[in-house]
């Protein structure tokens, strides 16, 4: 194996055990309490608040999934109360969804939990690497926006 390929099959392995250990804490609620919300569910209800009366397609638009995806996950979502359907007045094939006061509470509740672990996450990075840190993240962002 040339050096190149023992780097990549070293950066593959540690990329794999990264994503493996941020989907097992996200899947975690607090105190071990099953939470409200999937981080798939938090980035659809963040999705219908920044786009403002969406409709599915553009709430699925925004947050980077299928139209059918989203109908699936907002089904979910409208039964626990934390969105409404309704037709669109403008066109009757479209369907626009609202973020109840519930959603807001989840999707803060969810957010405040995601923050709060974040930072202790970053309180126990030494503080020496915090800046190569946060650059390689920024770094791995935008490779990865090109794929």
């Known amino acids: 194996m040339e050096r190149s390929d023992a780097e ?10 990264l994503v ?7 899947s975690r609620g607090p105190s071990g309490v099953e939470p409200s919300l999937t981080l798939a569910q938090a980035l659809l209800l963040e ?3 920044a786009v403002g009366h969406p409709t599915v397609g553009e709430i699925a638009h925004a947050a980077g ?17 934390m969105v409404r359907r309704r037709r ?22 969810h957010q405040a939990h995601v923050h709060d672990r974040l930072y202790d996450l970053f309180q126990r990075v030494d503080p020496r690497l915090r800046p190569v840190l946060v650059e ?3 770094t791995m962002r935008d490779l990865a926006g090109r794929l």
């Open 65 to 81: 999934i299928s139209s059918p995806s989203a109908t699936r996950m907002l089904q979910q979502l409208e039964r626990k109360g």
């Open 20 to 26: 493996r250990a941020v989907a097992r804490a996200r």
């Open 88 to 109: 669109s007045e403008e066109d009757e094939r479209a369907t626009v969804v609202s973020v109840t006061a519930e959603g807001r509470r989840a999707l803060d509740a």
């Open 136 to 138: 390689l993240l920024h």
């Open 47 to 49: 999705s219908a608040l």
């Open 8 to 17: 990549f099959a070293e950066f593959s392995h540690a990329w794999g055990e």
